[in-house]
């Protein structure tokens, strides 16, 4: 018998214009937590949906438990033991926990969700999970609905468990429950392969580490006695500076002025109550909070998604509250959004469409009338060069068929790109690597040394104090306090997410 449960020799597997596996070997030993660590584009994803039957290899072999299979299908997967979570959950949003999880597994022609339902309670209890078999999809949070992901795996008996960049939509406590759960299949005898970015969560559940950059296998480490700063180095080929360096801020006239504003939620109750902050030219404000204490209502109340109440918004002293989403992009408002995929990009188009989708009626893309087709190739291919947006057509790629990482960059890419007075960034560097990070975080400070102003929102207590010069704390929808980065610490700041002031504070 085969030392590994699961071995991928030489694998090789090209796209039109981009070889995504270049003679890349994997092994994973039984009761392993082994992570893939890679840049955006390196071909983690690809590896893994050759070994769940998504895609087919163009060469080499793989083995499981020692014997050599051809995995042609899903299907053939889940017959093997192997089970996937993709970075976007497979699941039908109308439909209950119990429905998702037998869908396509139960023979004939009605579903026996009451069996079902008792089998998924069981291992829901057997492994911690939680999960209520009668709740609607729609209406549990993300965390909980990668939860079902991961049942649906264990009730198709699978032992080999693959996780696609399983943190990037997780808030800080689902992602230490993430790890626990993981730890605990991983003593049941499951081997788990992890796809990530983040070197910390490596070093916390993973023994081993497959390093991939562009295609190519780079090496294997023992997590243990392997740094952060050198995983980092091998990932991108370089040292990687995790501290962004900016001077001091230099604020100048307000350009965003928010007023007592009050904004309904899905309920239909007050999401933001009375908030009134001022963002000035020059500087970074951040948004500290727990995930669903009003911020994506107060980012949507800006931007024109979402109506407000009552309250007032202005750009640049002009008032912006009742104007048309477009009218606010002229006003000069940027906007990266929290959800890519839903808010950020045309996943249907090329690239080009998506780069120039809020200016395609303005020259140089367009002149009486008529696109001009050669600015907006000239245009779209600056900044994929820019900001290393890899894609196997350039800017013919579909959006939609980028890694998560790339569609990223390339939406940050066209809001930076267009110099915005006020550029609102939500989770900006969800789901990058830290080379792709760090050249982000410079760019934001950029911006802000233009004399824009940028207002940052992220669950990331990190990213929040790396990059941002005044924190505005949120919890429940109101403003606790706003604070200067410098006289402050991440203890304050987590107590005033949690609604407390200090005792210096709130005497």
Same mark, same amino acid.
């Not at 990070?437 to 233009?450: A, G, N, S, Y």
């Given at each position: 018998?085969?030392?590994?449960?699961?071995?991928?020799?030489?694998?090789?597997?090209?796209?039109?214009?981009?070889?995504?596996?270049?003679?890349?070997?994997?092994?994973?030993?039984?009761?392993?937590?082994?992570?893939?660590?890679?840049?955006?584009?390196?071909?983690?994803?690809?590896?893994?949906?050759?070994?769940?039957?998504?895609?087919?290899?163009?060469?080499?072999?793989?083995?499981?438990?020692?014997?050599?299979?051809?995995?042609?299908?899903?299907?053939?997967?889940?017959?093997?033991?192997?089970?996937?979570?993709?970075?976007?959950?497979?699941?039908?949003?109308?439909?209950?926990?119990?429905?998702?999880?037998?869908?396509?597994?139960?023979?004939?022609?009605?579903?026996?969700?009451?069996?079902?339902?008792?089998?998924?309670?069981?291992?829901?209890?057997?492994?911690?999970?939680?999960?209520?078999?009668?709740?609607?999809?729609?209406?549990?949070?993300?965390?909980?609905?990668?939860?079902?992901?991961?049942?649906?795996?264990?009730?198709?008996?699978?032992?080999?468990?693959?996780?696609?960049?399983?943190?990037?939509?997780?808030?800080?406590?689902?992602?230490?429950?993430?790890?626990?759960?993981?730890?605990?299949?991983?003593?049941?005898?499951?081997?788990?392969?992890?796809?990530?970015?983040?070197?910390?969560?490596?070093?916390?559940?993973?023994?081993?580490?497959?390093?991939?950059?562009?295609?190519?296998?780079?090496?294997?480490?023992?997590?243990?006695?392997?740094?952060?700063?050198?995983?980092?180095?091998?990932?991108?080929?370089?040292?990687?500076?995790?501290?962004?360096?900016?001077?001091?801020?230099?604020?100048?006239?307000?350009?965003?002025?928010?007023?007592?504003?009050?904004?309904?939620?899905?309920?239909?109750?007050?999401?933001?109550?009375?908030?009134?902050?001022?963002?000035?030219?020059?500087?970074?404000?951040?948004?500290?909070?727990?995930?669903?204490?009003?911020?994506?209502?107060?980012?949507?109340?800006?931007?024109?998604?979402?109506?407000?109440?009552?309250?007032?918004?202005?750009?640049?002293?002009?008032?912006?509250?009742?104007?048309?989403?477009?009218?606010?992009?002229?006003?000069?408002?940027?906007?990266?959004?929290?959800?890519?995929?839903?808010?950020? $990009?045309?996943? %249907?188009?090329? *690239?080009?469409?998506? #780069?120039?989708?809020? @200016?395609?009626?303005?020259?140089?893309? =367009?002149? /009486?009338?008529?696109?001009?087709?050669?600015?907006?190739?000239?245009?779209?291919?600056?900044?994929?060069?820019?900001?290393?947006?890899?894609?196997?057509?350039?800017?013919?790629?579909?959006?939609?068929?980028?890694?998560?990482?790339?569609?990223?960059?390339?939406?940050?890419?066209?809001?930076?790109?267009?110099?915005?007075?006020?550029?609102?960034?939500?989770?900006?560097?969800?789901?990058?690597?830290?080379?792709?990070?760090?050249?982000?975080?410079?760019?934001?400070?950029?911006?802000?040394?233009?004399?824009?102003?940028? $207002?940052?929102? %992220?669950?990331? *207590?990190?990213?929040? #104090?790396?990059?941002? @010069?005044?924190?505005?704390?949120?919890? =429940?929808? /109101?403003?606790?306090?706003?604070?200067?980065?410098?006289?402050?610490?991440?203890?304050?700041?987590?107590?005033?997410?949690?609604?407390?002031?200090?005792?210096?504070?709130?005497?």
């Amino acid at each position: 018998m085969s030392d590994y449960v699961i071995e991928m020799i030489g694998i090789r597997k090209e796209f039109p214009g981009i070889v995504a596996n270049d003679d890349i070997t994997l092994q994973v030993r039984e009761g392993e937590i082994h992570a893939i660590l890679g840049e955006n584009g390196a071909g983690k994803s690809t590896l893994m949906s050759i070994l769940f039957g998504l895609y087919h290899a163009d060469r080499g072999i793989i083995k499981v438990r020692g014997k050599e299979v051809r995995i042609n299908s899903p299907n053939d997967a889940n017959d093997l033991g192997i089970g996937m979570v993709h970075q976007h959950f497979q699941l039908v949003h109308n439909y209950t926990v119990t429905e998702n999880i037998i869908l396509g597994k139960e023979g004939g022609f009605l579903l026996d969700t009451k069996s079902g339902s008792r089998r998924i309670k069981e291992l829901s209890e057997k492994y911690g999970l939680n999960i209520d078999p009668d709740m609607v999809i729609e209406n549990i949070t993300v965390g909980m609905q990668q939860r079902v992901e991961i049942l649906k795996m264990l009730y198709r008996d699978a032992d080999i468990l693959i996780f696609d960049e399983p943190t990037a939509v997780l808030t800080p406590q689902e992602i230490d429950e993430l790890m626990d759960i993981m730890r605990s299949l991983a003593k049941e005898g499951k081997s788990i392969i992890i796809i990530t970015h983040k070197l910390e969560e490596i070093k916390a559940v993973a023994q081993r580490c497959t390093v991939i950059r562009r295609g190519k296998l780079v090496g294997v480490v023992d997590v243990a006695s392997t740094s952060v700063n050198d995983m980092a180095a091998m990932m991108v080929g370089r040292q990687v500076n995790f501290k962004v360096e900016k001077k001091e801020a230099e604020p100048g006239e307000t350009v965003l002025a928010i007023k007592n504003l009050n904004v309904l939620n899905n309920k239909k109750v007050l999401g933001v109550k009375d908030f009134s902050l001022d963002v000035h030219a020059g500087e970074i404000v951040g948004i500290a909070g727990v995930d669903g204490n009003g911020q994506s209502e107060l980012v949507e109340a800006i931007t024109g998604l979402r109506a407000i109440q009552s309250g007032s918004v202005s750009i640049c002293g002009r008032d912006i509250t009742r104007m048309s989403i477009k009218e606010r992009n002229e006003s000069g408002i940027g906007h990266i959004p929290e959800d890519r995929q839903k808010r950020g $990009l045309i996943l %249907s188009q090329p *690239l080009y469409n998506n #780069f120039i989708i809020k @200016d395609f009626d303005k020259e140089p893309f =367009s002149r /009486r009338g008529l696109l001009n087709r050669k600015s907006i190739r000239e245009y779209s291919q600056k900044i994929i060069d820019q900001y290393d947006v890899r894609s196997g057509e350039g800017v013919n790629s579909l959006a939609g068929k980028l890694s998560g990482g790339n569609q990223q960059k390339a939406i940050i890419g066209r809001e930076i790109t267009e110099n915005p007075k006020l550029l609102i960034a939500v989770q900006p560097t969800r789901g990058l690597d830290v080379g792709a990070i760090e050249f982000i975080h410079k760019e934001l400070v950029k911006h802000r040394d233009k004399g824009n102003a940028v $207002l940052l929102v %992220s669950f990331e *207590l990190d990213e929040i #104090f790396n990059l941002s @010069d005044r924190i505005a704390v949120i919890n =429940s929808g /109101r403003l606790i306090d706003i604070v200067n980065t410098r006289d402050t610490d991440e203890y304050a700041v987590g107590l005033m997410m949690a609604g407390i002031k200090s005792e210096k504070e709130s005497g």
